[in-house]
C-alpha cells in the first residue's frame, strides 16, 4: 500500500516523463494548465491562485524554479527553502498534479517541450489596461500563443507575497531569553 509521501513523490517528475504524461492525456481530450514559480515560502496568495488554476483544466503541472534560477531572479539569499524540499511541499497539495524543476532563466523551454492547453499566471503580469500578457515581462507567453496554448492571468491577492512575508519576518522584535 502506497502511503502519502509515496503519492506526494510519485507527482515530481522529470520533464521527458512529464511531457509523455501530458501528450498522453491531452490526446483524450484532457486540459493541461501549467504555471510555474519560485514557491519559496507558501502562503495564501499562492494556494488561492493554484486552486484557481487547477480549476481552468483536468490536471495542473507546476513548474518549480531550481535553486540556481531563484537565485537569478530574487537575488542572494534566496531561495530560503531548497529546491527539492520545495518540490515536496508543492507536490503534496491537492490541487497540483505534477511537479517538474527547471533551470533555465525562463519557463520558455519547458512550455515549449510540454505544449500544455492552458499557461496561467497571475495578473502581475499584464500589459496593458486590457489584461493581455505583457510578453517582455513574460516571454512564455509568446511560446505559448505560437502552438495555439491559451494564456490566462488570474487575480493578484494583494498584501500576500513571499517578498512581504520576508519584510514582516525580518522586522520581527528580537525576544530576550
Known sequence: MKTLLDLTQQKIRSRDDLATEIQRRQQVGERAVFTNGCFDLLHLGHVRY????????????????SDESVRQLKGVGRPLVPEQERAEIMASLVCIDYVTIFSEATASPLLDLLRPAIYVKGADYAGAADGTPDTKRLPEAKIVQAYGGVVRLLPYLQHHSTTELIAKIQHLPERSS
Request: aromatic letters at 6%.
Open 50 to 65: 493554484l486552486q484557481e488554476a487547477r480549476e481552468l483544466g483536468e490536471f495542473l503541472v507546476l513548474g518549480l524554479n
